[in-house]
């Protein structure tokens, strides 16, 4: 069993950056692939990025250059650094853990990052 807290969150205008952290409880997180989604209002979850045990990186294609995800193993930390902050960048923003047969096994509860212009 994993269990994801995200923190970070918050309220930044355009232009501005924030770091999301997930910490991790349980044995598994250093074997898992981690992801970070995230659902703006009336659309649907989709992927920011992802990150394998060993640090292989993927990004969706709306998020190349201004994401950057990364993972700290011994502290069981899953991070997301996003800078440029876009206003459509809105959402609330789910770590995601140990990706299995192509879907992801635990999830966070979320944090709300709000861009204003």
């Known amino acids: 069993q994993v269990q994801l807290v995200e923190s970070g969150g918050g309220s930044v205008q355009a232009g501005g950056s924030l770091k999301l952290s997930c910490a991790a409880s349980?044995?598994?997180?250093?074997?898992?692939?981690m992801g970070w989604y995230r659902q703006a209002p009336g659309k649907e979850r989709e992927l920011v990025s992802r990150i394998s045990h060993d640090g292989t990186t993927s990004y969706g294609d709306s998020e190349q250059g201004r994401f950057t995800i990364s993972r700290d193993n011994a502290k069981k930390m899953l991070y997301l650094q996003i800078n440029s902050l876009k206003v459509e960048d809105t959402a609330v923003y789910y770590c995601a853990g140990c990706l299995a047969g192509g879907v992801f096994q635990y999830w966070g509860q979320g944090t709300q990052v709000t861009v204003s212009s």
């Open positions: 349980g044995s598994r997180f250093s074997f898992c692939t």
